[in-house]
């Protein structure tokens, strides 16, 4: 599969751009361990415009975990088309525009899935940020607003004539947000349609290896999308990748080996980012992490860890839990 020139192999899996969640370091681990495309956290055009300094930091990458995407999201031409400007300056190899996002704070204004309110500024948008810019324009949505508008099929067919050069399809609509099953039926409509000729990349509800394969054998897509399965599971990557090319398989990561990538995390982004910003991203991975599970007693620890103001501090709780584990295990 190719966006543009950019060729991601047979049957990618991308990590999908998620605000705090998606940092340098978590974006560096999930290509480790197999992620073909990862995704900056989401960028607000408007703040990215106004040089709002925590907006633009988002905009850092580095050459170890390319290729990678910097989506943004906004509500007007121009401002999305200055957005994109500023954002190739930053070098990344695709730029995805964010016409999926369902949260108030995002599509209640209008942006990400409140787009799907409004097509014709969405062609707009798209067809201008397409001419804007010469690095690959590529789009993520919805399958509608909700249940009585599922206007992907079309839709699809609108944003490809715009120039973009993959899609990117979520199977719920935005009533839905995150809730109920996703739809990967409609997203099978799209791929088989003989008039779309750009790769169409699946997402929603993929959680391990045995769901990333059917999504490929049964609705064809060209590549999947990873959300919140990702959260404090790097490794997620390792598991999906064997089960769709099994020949590579290899031994399973240990529960020491899973910490160790964990405090790794916790040091790139303390030295990528700062402590305090650090800290805060690492520790929404460490809250959804499943090694945790299953240890007796541990919502204190838990909320102690979520407490952590500290790398010292952060770092000794987790080998505390080690040590826990260590001696439950024996």
């Known amino acids: 599969m190719n966006i543009g020139n950019i060729s991601l192999g047979e049957r990618p899996v991308f990590l999908a751009p998620m605000e705090d969640v998606t940092d340098i370091g978590f974006r560096m681990l999930c290509k480790r361990f197999g992620a073909s495309m990862v995704y900056t956290e989401f960028v607000s055009a408007e703040a990215l415009i106004r040089d709002v300094k925590s907006t633009v930091s988002k905009l850092n990458i580095s050459d170890e975990e390319r290729p990678v995407g910097i989506q943004i999201y906004g509500r007007t031409v121009d401002a999305m088309v200055e957005a994109a400007k500023i954002v190739e300056q930053a070098h990344p190899d695709v730029i995805d525009l964010n016409f999926g996002c369902p949260v108030k704070k995002v599509a209640g204004k209008g942006a990400g899935a409140g787009m799907l309110q409004n097509i014709p500024l969405m062609l707009d948008i798209t067809r201008e940020v397409v001419k804007a810019v010469q690095l690959p324009v590529t789009v993520k949505t919805r399958l509608g607003w909700n249940s009585d508008s599922l206007i992907i099929p079309t839709l699809a067919e609108q944003l490809q004539d715009c120039g973009i050069q993959a899609l990117t399809i979520h199977g719920r609509t935005r009533a839905q947000m995150y809730t109920g099953q996703a739809d990967w039926t409609l997203i099978g409509e799209v791929k088989r349609n003989p008039r779309i000729h750009i790769p169409i990349i699946g997402n929603g509800d993929i959680t391990n290896g045995e769901e990333a394969r059917r999504a ?104 505390q839990v080690r040590e826990r584990f260590s001696t439950a295990a024996s």
């Open 216 to 319: 490929f054998d049964d609705y064809g897509v060209d590549a999947i999308m990873v959300g919140r399965a990702t959260f404090g599971c790097p490794w997620i990557f390792k598991e999906i990748k064997e089960a769709v090319h099994p020949e590579e398989s290899t031994a399973p990561l240990s529960f020491n080996e899973k910490l160790d990538l964990l405090l790794e995390q916790l040091r790139i982004n303390v030295e990528r980012i700062d402590e305090y910003r650090g800290i805060l991203h690492t520790r929404r991975h460490l809250a959804a992490s499943p090694i945790f599970k299953g240890i007796p007693d541990f919502r204190q620890t838990r909320i102690a860890m979520l407490r952590a103001t500290t790398v010292a501090e952060l770092t000794a709780i987790m080998e």
